[in-house]
């Protein structure tokens, strides 16, 4: 992006949930489902002293992309780091429930949803993952209708079982500032030793889990600029491709085949992955 | 709070850094319940696939154990990693795609007993959130295809790896044990991310169902169909065997007398009512737009 660019541009990653979802959708047509003035904050946060959010983090959206009717999922990072606990994550799965029901009814409605999360909001554990599960049987059943649709802007990241979700979308979008992975930085280094991932390096970070190397990995569909002019265009591209042929959840040959020319006595470098990929999905 | 250091990554370190598990209860109940039947050939050692009797029916047993020779080497205390993910998607999605034109759907029984997702950077490297997806997504497409997908859990289930390996299925089954736990994270980290003693955790778990480990607080969150409460979990009699395969042919009956292939059973326990209770009113909210 040169000076002139960066002046225009509307950045996405400044945007709140909230304005992101608006962004994306068509003017005046977005309309929130459990808003905050509904107040569903988390039975659990408060239990522990935790200050709760009346959206517990997650914007449901209900509008329109160019016509069609279509759902935004926004998760708000600025809330406990994004993380899925029972209201926000029931919130998601719900959502998409209906969306996938609308279609049996012949109502075409189509899901984006935006991540930016740490995966499960420890202090509600077991009802997190739970909910997590829940969200991954709702992407699986709408994808069979619609493309559903993953975006990870930035700045918080896309982890844990919400990784997994993005996984299971049909089409995902990232910018350089996403990072897709499934354990975070701090996580491995707790389990598995700082000689195996020092969470402080973020250059290192980047190199493996940040938007463009997924991007030419084959992780991810599109890595894009900072910019929600260009993110609305991105979404309308894929939208227009239709579910693809082949979920990148179900392709198994073609990862394990992959797989199977590692030489795993190595310590994995983000070259090696490009080449490996790039030779092994290509197809 | 600065994190163990190691300084050179090879299999000894990993032995002594973690505590190396002699037996796995999954192996044992896989064997137990498929009654030695061959094991499908071309799987890792890390993924035990086979197709035996289930209530007088073929059914498709899987479970993941511990591999000590796994050439990823943050592999091989029964995590699921980036090959176990894979080979979970493909033991379960052949499956459909055998059965895609019959009526009659293959049940697919996982016999539980993960460690966790494995940690590693080779394991990020080569995207293992997208293998755990590969295995995720098979086990939802199958309960959505009309496969019962029966999942027992008989050890660990933990985490990402519990996400791969039966938590889309139409029936969860828990052996009640101190073993037997289901969780997000280990105790370790899970204080290292949320800023807490350990000591602060248990005592937050203590009194928070969602929080803690055990298999009877698990229960009360409403996602168990059944537990079961054996005296011998790794030895298991023939009685208790007897036990467990009863369960699993009670889940697979309600599973084939059941309309419903969604996990909306799960939403009914008192410990979630806010999951019911959000869905009761998007529902409400969901109609209403401008025509």
Same mark, same amino acid.
């Given at each position: 992006m040169n000076i002139e660019q960066l002046l225009k541009r509307d950045s996405f990653i400044e945007l709140t949930a909230r304005d992101r979802a608006r962004a994306l959708l068509d003017a005046g047509s977005m309309r929130e489902l459990i808003g905050p003035f509904d107040r569903m904050t988390s039975p659990w946060l408060a239990m522990q002293g935790v200050v709760t959010q009346s959206d517990d983090g997650v914007v449901v959206a209900k509008g329109t992309?160019?016509?069609?009717?279509?759902?935004?999922?926004?998760?708000?990072?600025?809330?406990?780091?994004?993380?899925?606990?029972?209201?926000?994550?029931?919130?998601?799965?719900?959502?998409?429930?209906?969306?996938?029901?609308?279609?049996?009814?012949?109502?075409?409605?189509?899901?984006?949803?935006?991540?930016?999360?740490g995966g499960v909001r420890l202090q509600e554990a077991n009802l997190?993952?739970?909910?997590?599960?829940?969200?991954?049987?709702?992407?699986?059943?709408?994808?069979?209708?619609?493309?559903?649709?993953g975006i990870s802007a930035g700045t918080v990241g896309c982890f844990g079982g919400m990784s997994i979700?993005?996984?299971?979308?049909?089409?995902?979008?990232?910018?350089q500032d996403a990072r897709v992975g499934l354990n975070g930085p701090a996580v491995i280094e707790q389990e598995a030793g700082i000689a195996e991932y020092d969470s402080r390096d973020r250059p290192f970070i980047w190199s493996f889990t940040g938007g463009e190397q997924r991007y030419h990995s084959g992780l991810v569909d599109a890595c894009i600029d900072d910019d929600s002019a260009?993110?609305?265009?991105?979404?309308?591209?894929?939208?227009?491709?239709?579910?693809?042929?082949?979920?990148?959840?179900?392709r198994y040959q073609d990862f394990l085949a992959c797989l199977d020319s590692v030489d795993a006595s190595l310590q994995a470098t983000p070259e090696m992955v490009r080449n490996i990929y790039q030779k092994g999905l290509s197809s | 709070m600065k994190a163990v250091v190691q300084l050179e990554e090879s299999p000894a370190t990993h032995r002594t850094h973690r505590t190396h598990r002699t037996h796995s209860r999954g192996l044992i109940w896989f064997q137990k319940l498929t009654?030695?039947?061959?094991?499908?050939?071309? $799987?890792?050692?890390?993924?035990?696939?086979?197709d035996a009797d289930l209530a007088g029916q073929r059914a498709r047993y899987i479970a993941v154990v511990p591999d000590p020779e796994n050439r990823f080497p943050r592999v091989r205390n029964g995590e699921v990693g980036l090959v176990e993910g894979w080979q979970l998607g493909r033991a379960v999605q052949e499956v459909i795609d055998a059965d895609h034109a019959n009526h009659t759907k293959t049940p697919i029984v996982a016999v539980i007993d993960v460690a966790s997702q494995a940690y590693g950077r080779r394991e990020e490297a080569y995207g293992i959130h997208q293998a755990l997806a590969g295995a995720a997504g098979a086990y939802a497409s199958a309960r959505l295809a009309g496969h019962p997908v029966i999942g027992l859990i008989v050890g660990k289930a933990m985490s990402g790896a519990f996400l791969a390996h039966g938590y889309q299925a139409n029936r969860l089954i828990a052996i009640d044990d101190p073993e037997v736990m289901v969780h997000a994270m280990g105790k370790a980290s899970a204080a290292r991310i949320t800023l807490r003693s350990v000591e602060a955790m248990e005592a937050f778990a203590a009194k928070?169902?969602?929080?803690? $480990?055990?298999?009877?607080?698990f229960a009360s969150l409403g996602l168990l169909s059944q537990s079961l409460t054996l005296q011998h979990p790794d030895n298991p009699s023939?009685?208790?065997l007897q036990i467990v395969q009863q369960s699993l042919q009670a889940a697979l009956e309600s599973i084939t007398s059941d309309p419903v292939r969604d996990l909306s059973r799960r939403l009914n326990a008192k410990n979630r009512q806010a999951s019911a209770k959000v869905r009761e009113m998007l529902r409400a909210q969901w109609k209403g737009d401008r025509p």
């Open positions: 992309f160019d016509g069609q009717p279509y759902l935004v999922l926004a998760i708000e990072g600025a809330f406990q780091g994004g993380s899925m606990g029972e209201v926000g994550g029931a919130k998601i799965a719900g959502a998409l429930e209906l969306a996938a029901e609308d279609n049996r009814n012949g109502i075409p409605t189509g899901a984006v949803i935006l991540f930016e999360t997190g993952l739970a909910a997590i599960a829940d969200i991954h049987s709702g992407i699986v059943d709408l994808r069979r209708y619609q493309p559903v649709i979700a993005a996984a299971l979308c049909s089409y995902l979008v990232v910018t260009l993110m609305r265009t991105t979404v309308r591209d894929l939208i227009a491709r239709g579910r693809p042929a082949k979920n990148r959840s179900e | 009654n030695n039947a061959p094991i499908n050939p071309g $799987y890792a050692a890390s993924v035990l696939v086979a928070i169902p969602p929080m803690a $480990y055990d298999i009877k607080s023939v009685e208790e």
